[in-house]
């Protein structure tokens, strides 16, 4: 373990990331709400925590290595969840405890979309940016932004993307170098913001709210600067461009990059894990409304709009609200919860076990089922014409059963914790899976709910984000030997 890159890699970042606290600052000081001592406090605590960590090594020239790459993402997300807790607790407007603070800041950068917070339509405009901004950032993820800046800096960043981007294939690359990789995921994802705020804004949102449901959209966070959520608008338009927005978020973004470089619309429906997830989003969406119509709780209007909404906002783990669906009838609300764990499709901003690992899970069950059949036929499993490895299937159910063994476990802690069954259990299905809303007592927030699960649920949300492996390969005593 090479401890003096690690400190140097993670001092830059810290720096970098301290940087992002001057927007709502600016924000504060444009609207004149009282919150810039908050964000200016916060700035220069991170900045100089930053810059302590890398002065002292900041002549080291090494390379990260995986294993250095595992253990500054993990390091980095958690202290990222600290230190983004800062202008939570600095600012008089929120009144949060230390365990609020840093559970919303960890919702945020993990875009998960659960708040402990009540009364968003009376905090200044600088706090609401904040938690927007702070959901964007942790869309992209950081890191990968970071990459595009550390070799300049004489520091490799495969490793750290290795260890942050999401997906059960961790090695392909879009370009040949690293660096362009990150530029073009880059602006991709500011390209797709900007035409979602542009959208909002002339379906009616100020300019102010239609960059942050911008923000959260393309980042499939579900925050939003209002209590009443998309509900607030009143707007069929508002609701359909947040659907295609979802949807597209939702997508793998080396598909998003093909499409731009090929100018064709051809590879998402060629692609068959993008296939697939349209399928589910249909489905999906046919079972929602027609329930929703035929038990008279909507019209036929209102039925498919807030409908096929709610579908998607949960199946994307985005999390925004037109209504309550955990008070739906009979199976609707347990049935939009278990597309919520299948997410969105590998390599987008989605959360979840992911659409690639569940299609490849049922080709494998498919496979098994042929075996029994005919025992010595060679079955391979492919995704369009390719041929799996073994390997990437083996991987894929590992991540499965760590992914069920970690729910489990922290599914039971909730509950000695006093939570009841299903709070407990949506709880930690939304948080594992970035999702945000649950069911029960976290329907509509999580202020309520004891400090102890909080913080498992915090744990939970970087568990998610870091997509198990990264987190829980910390732990292994292997992973410290030399």
């Not at 790459?69 to 407007?93: E, N, Q, R």
């Not at 911008?214 to 607030?232: L, Y």
């Not at 995704?383 to 159910?397: F, M, S, T, Y």
Request: aromatic share 14%.
């Amino acid at each position: 373990m090479h401890f003096a890159i690690i400190f140097r890699v993670f001092g830059i970042l810290l720096m970098l990331f301290s940087i992002t606290l001057l927007p709502p600052a600016l924000v504060s000081l444009l609207y004149k709400d009282g919150a810039i001592n908050a964000f200016i406090i916060s700035f220069i605590i991170i900045l100089v925590a930053g810059l302590s960590i890398w002065l002292p090594v900041y002549n080291n020239k090494q390379d990260l290595r995986t294993r250095d790459g595992f253990l500054v993402t993990a390091l980095f997300w958690a202290v990222l969840g600290l230190a983004g807790s800062l202008p939570f607790i600095l600012s008089d407007s929120t009144q949060l405890t230390f365990v609020d603070a840093v559970f919303e800041s960890i919702s945020g950068l993990t875009t998960t979309g659960a708040t402990v917070i009540v009364g968003l339509d009376e905090l200044p405009q600088s706090i609401l940016f904040y938690r927007q901004q702070l959901q964007w950032l942790g869309g992209i993820g950081i890191i990968v932004i970071a990459v595009a800046i550390l070799p300049m800096l004489g520091i490799g960043g495969m490793q750290l993307y290795r260890a942050e981007t999401p997906g059960p294939v961790k090695d392909s690359k879009l370009t040949p170098r690293i660096t362009q990789t990150a530029k073009a995921l880059f602006f991709i994802y500011l390209s797709l913001t900007a035409a979602c705020a542009l959208s909002y804004w002339l379906a009616g949102m100020t300019l102010f709210d239609a960059v942050g449901h911008a923000f959260s959209t393309v980042a499939i966070g579900g925050f939003s600067t209002h209590d009443e959520s998309m509900a607030f608008f009143d707007n069929p338009t508002i609701l359909i461009i947040g659907i295609i927005f979802m949807v597209l978020s939702g997508i793998n973004f080396a598909l998003h990059f093909v499409a731009w470089r090929s100018r064709s619309l051809l590879h998402f429906f060629k692609d068959p894990e993008c296939k697939f997830y349209f399928w589910c989003i249909f489905i999906g969406i046919v079972i929602t409304v027609s329930y929703l119509y035929a038990t008279n709780i909507y019209s036929f209007e209102e039925s498919f709009l807030f409908g096929s909404f709610e579908l998607v906002s949960i199946l994307t783990t985005t999390g925004f609200g037109v209504a309550d669906y955990s008070q739906w009838p009979t199976f609707l609300p347990f049935m939009l919860f278990m597309f919520a764990l299948m997410g969105g499709c590998g390599g987008s901003t989605a959360g979840g076990i992911k659409v690639m690992r569940v299609m490849l899970i049922c080709k494998q069950g498919i496979r098994e089922i042929y075996r029994l059949i005919h025992p010595n036929a060679i079955i391979p499993v492919k995704v369009g014409n390719k041929p799996v490895p073994d390997r990437v299937i083996e991987a894929v159910w590992g991540f499965f059963a760590a992914y069920v063994i970690s729910f489990m476990i922290m599914f039971l802690i909730l509950l000695a914790t006093g939570l009841d069954f299903l709070t407990a259990f949506s709880a930690m299905g939304a948080c594992i899976n970035n999702l945000g809303p649950g069911m029960g007592d976290v329907a509509a927030h999580y202020g309520n709910i004891n400090t102890t699960a909080k913080w498992v649920l915090c744990f939970a949300m970087l568990l998610g984000r870091l997509e198990v492996f990264t987190l829980l390969v910390l732990l292994t005593p292997a992973f410290w030997r030399r």
